[in-house]
């Protein structure tokens, strides 16, 4: 049986593809085993700084990035689509030790549209739209999007996506500030990888603690983040990596990074 979530890594790049094209990527079992076990590979991987997050989208007349659970699959008795480690789909509450990038072109819905949201940045074609459905199925969007969306592009225009089902277009979402990078379909792919061969140029140890304030600052207060931030910068600042950012400088010539 093949994957239905596939990697390989490119210097200290990943690069992930949801490849269910069929079922226009939606999530089943074996779907979010394979995207679990992506991760866990990639994660034992000290090459690997960021990852771009992309879908097989060929045969498909209207692309769809990720169309979210495979309601057929649920019908049938299919309850394996979400992990402990990660829940739906294995990735989108999964603790990550590198940024994601998702490289989007086309419609991402529901779960497709959590995932989304799970990502640290995302690169969107100009066709490509970003929705939560479930209402229009008896469901709610439990996967993170409920919280994640309002806090992406405000809570007013959250609400209007969430309560009526209707796709935000990716202009919109570029506006509001959900989308990075707005680009030509066929440009998705170099973007995300020139973005994500920025942040791997960065020195790891920072972008990690950066990033950690960054994710906790969507639900902690000003004075522990500041603790927070106290706490990241001293642990970093006796390293290695630090010693040699500074040398760099110095010396004008790019840093040679470790991670240590």
Not at 36 to 54: F, I, N
Not at 116 to 127: E, H, K
Request: net charge negative; charged share 25%; with cysteine.
């Amino acid at each position: 049986m093949s994957e239905l979530v596939r990697a390989e890594v490119d210097g200290h790049v990943a690069l992930i593809t949801l490849d269910r094209p069929e079922a226009r990527n939606a999530v089943n079992g074996q779907f979010a085993r394979d995207f679990e076990s992506v991760l866990d590979r990639l994660e034992a991987d000290d090459a690997v700084r960021v990852a771009v997050l992309g879908a097989n989208t060929s045969g498909q007349v209207r692309p769809v990035f990720c169309a979210g659970a495979d309601l057929k699959a649920i019908s049938t008795g299919d309850t394996g689509l979400s992990t402990r480690k990660g829940g739906f789909a294995g990735f989108v509450y999964r603790p990550r030790p590198f940024p994601v990038i998702a490289a989007v072109d086309g419609l991402a819905t529901a779960g497709g549209c959590e995932i989304v949201l799970a990502c640290d940045m995302v690169v969107a074609s100009d066709r490509s739209a970003f929705g939560l459905a479930e209402v229009r199925r008896n469901l709610i969007a439990a996967a993170g999007g409920l919280f994640r969306l309002p806090r992406a592009i405000g809570s007013a225009v959250a609400m209007e996506i969430i309560l009526t089902g209707e796709p935000l277009p990716a202009p919109r979402a570029h506006q509001l500030g959900l989308v990075n990078r707005l680009v030509a379909p066929d440009e998705v792919a170099a973007t995300a990888r020139s973005l994500a061969d920025l942040v791997a140029a960065a020195a790891p140890l920072a972008v990690a603690a950066s990033r950690r304030v960054v994710l906790a600052s969507a639900y902690e207060n000003d004075e522990t983040l500041r603790r927070m931030s106290d706490t990241e910068i001293a642990a970093i600042m006796g390293s290695d990596d630090t010693r040699e950012g500074l040398a760099a400088f110095i010396e004008k010539r790019p840093p040679r990074w470790q991670g240590r």
